[in-house]
């Protein structure tokens, strides 16, 4: 934008030329201190009033913030490098090998519980429909932030095309939605299991399971659509480094340098409305269950059945927990290197224990394991001669 020639006469106090660069060269004007001159044989103009006001005059664009603008697609960002734990080189290796460990314990897990409850039909219940949905989910949820992660450990610097980053954002927020309404239905169902086991088959059909399922699953691909279409909206002129493992919403708006505050404030409004209520609604569902609970005569009943549903409140709080204090901070700023940490529980850890309190703690899944492995073993003994065969 081209300075007004009646402003070159300006005196002020605050003119200085802040960087080198060539097409940029800011003045900071304050009106009230100019003067007006008359340039050649030009009437002046008249005098500017507005006392107070604070521009920034640059070549390429004005902000009214105070932030320099590059013009549009300047310098566009095409691709993102992913540093990962960058300042951990010396431990690459360690570190390659636990997240492997841990994402293929998640995959085989998740594969298995899938697996059984298709198989055995006593298992064709709506708590065993939201497990294996879950389990899908969870496969899929580790699968979009994990590998990324193992090959920028095994290569540093690993890069993203643009795209390819969007394409990440998009699924990692459509997942972690779906989680958390999954979540919240599993703990509704567990409250009528526990608290009305009479009406439970009344409340809980497959009908309204079917249901339920289906709503987290569009929720949750609605959801993911808003912060992945708003991302992608924004300007990168450079730099391309994501301090991070994968492309997450507050790396890439720091990343941006347009103006951010109403892409933060809708992602801020977002995920309160659905992590926060989710986890309340979860919350909600267990405190019903923890009353209902204490009124069982069985001392041994009551442990048994706190033991299972503590190990479940525990995984949900490390999961809500981590996301809440990732995303409903609107002005908060966080070590990249503390954003890492609370990342991993979330898209490593969790994915990892939700198989194993879920469903290894539960004795009719154990049984429904043990079956189909005795199934196995007689099959491939039989194959044989016949000295494996269990009967």
């Known amino acids: 934008?081209?300075?007004?020639?009646?402003?070159?006469?300006?005196?002020?106090?605050?003119?200085?030329?802040?960087?080198?660069?060539?097409?940029?060269?800011?003045?900071?004007?304050?009106?009230?201190?100019?003067?007006?001159?008359?340039?050649?044989?030009?009437?002046?103009?008249?005098?500017?009033?507005?006392?107070?006001?604070f521009l920034i005059v640059t070549t390429s664009g004005v902000s009214a913030a105070g932030k320099v603008v590059e013009p549009r697609n300047a310098s566009a960002v095409t691709e993102f490098q992913l540093l990962g734990f960058r300042s951990l080189l010396a431990w690459q290796s360690l570190l390659f090998a636990i997240f492997l460990l841990f994402y293929l314990l998640t995959v085989t897990g998740n594969v298995v519980i899938i697996a059984v409850v298709s198989k055995d039909p006593r298992l064709h219940s709506p708590m065993y429909t939201f497990l294996q949905h879950l389990s899908f989910l969870e496969i899929c949820y580790t699968s979009t932030t994990v590998p990324p992660l193992l090959a920028n450990l095994l290569s540093?610097?690993?890069?993203?095309?643009?795209?390819?980053?969007?394409?990440?954002?998009?699924?990692?927020?459509?997942?972690?939605?779906?989680?958390?309404?999954?979540?919240?239905?599993?703990?509704?169902?567990?409250?009528?299991?526990?608290?009305?086991?009479?009406?439970?088959?009344?409340?809980?059909?497959?009908?309204?399971?079917?249901?339920?399922?289906?709503?987290?699953?569009?929720?949750?691909?609605?959801?993911?659509?808003?912060?992945?279409?708003?991302?992608?909206?924004?300007?990168?002129?450079?730099?391309?480094?994501?301090?991070?493992?994968?492309?997450?919403?507050?790396?890439?708006?720091?990343?941006?340098?347009?103006?951010?505050?109403?892409?933060?404030?809708?992602?801020?409004?977002?995920?309160?409305?659905?992590?926060?209520?989710?986890?309340?609604?979860?919350?909600?569902?267990?405190?019903?269950?923890?009353?209902?609970?204490?009124?069982?005569?069985?001392?041994?009943?009551?442990?048994?059945?706190?033991?299972?549903?503590?190990?479940?409140?525990?995984?949900?709080?490390?999961?809500?927990?981590?996301?809440?204090s990732m995303y409903v901070r609107p002005n908060a700023h966080l070590s990249p290197e503390v954003n890492k940490v609370i990342s991993v529980f979330y898209t490593v850890v969790t994915p990892l224990l939700n198989p194993v309190i879920y469903s290894l703690r539960n004795k009719d899944f154990k049984e429904a394991v043990r079956k189909v492995m005795r199934r196995k073993c007689g099959v491939y003994g039989a194959g044989g001669k016949g000295s494996l065969s269990l009967r």
């Open 156 to 324: 540093w610097g690993h890069t993203l095309p643009f795209s390819a980053c969007m394409t990440q954002l998009y699924f990692f927020v459509f997942l972690g939605a779906t989680e958390c309404f999954l979540l919240a239905a599993m703990a509704y169902d567990r409250y009528l299991a526990i608290c009305s086991p009479l009406r439970y088959s009344l409340l809980m059909s497959s009908h309204r399971c079917a249901v339920l399922v289906t709503v987290s699953w569009v929720t949750g691909v609605g959801t993911g659509f808003l912060p992945s279409l708003m991302i992608s909206r924004l300007d990168f002129c450079g730099p391309n480094q994501i301090n991070h493992f994968f492309c997450d919403l507050p790396p890439l708006m720091q990343l941006s340098c347009s103006s951010v505050f109403v892409t933060q404030m809708a992602i801020f409004i977002l995920s309160i409305a659905v992590l926060c209520l989710c986890f309340f609604l979860t919350l909600v569902s267990y405190v019903c269950i923890v009353a209902s609970i204490l009124r069982i005569p069985s001392a041994s009943g009551r442990m048994k059945t706190f033991s299972t549903c503590g190990s479940h409140l525990a995984v949900v709080t490390i999961y809500y927990g981590t996301m809440i």
């Open 1 to 53: 934008m081209p300075l007004p020639y009646h402003l070159y006469g300006c005196v002020s106090k605050y003119v200085q030329t802040v960087g080198r660069h060539p097409s940029v060269s800011p003045l900071f004007v304050t009106l009230s201190h100019c003067h007006t001159v008359t340039l050649g044989c030009a009437p002046p103009p008249p005098p500017v009033l507005f006392s107070g006001l």
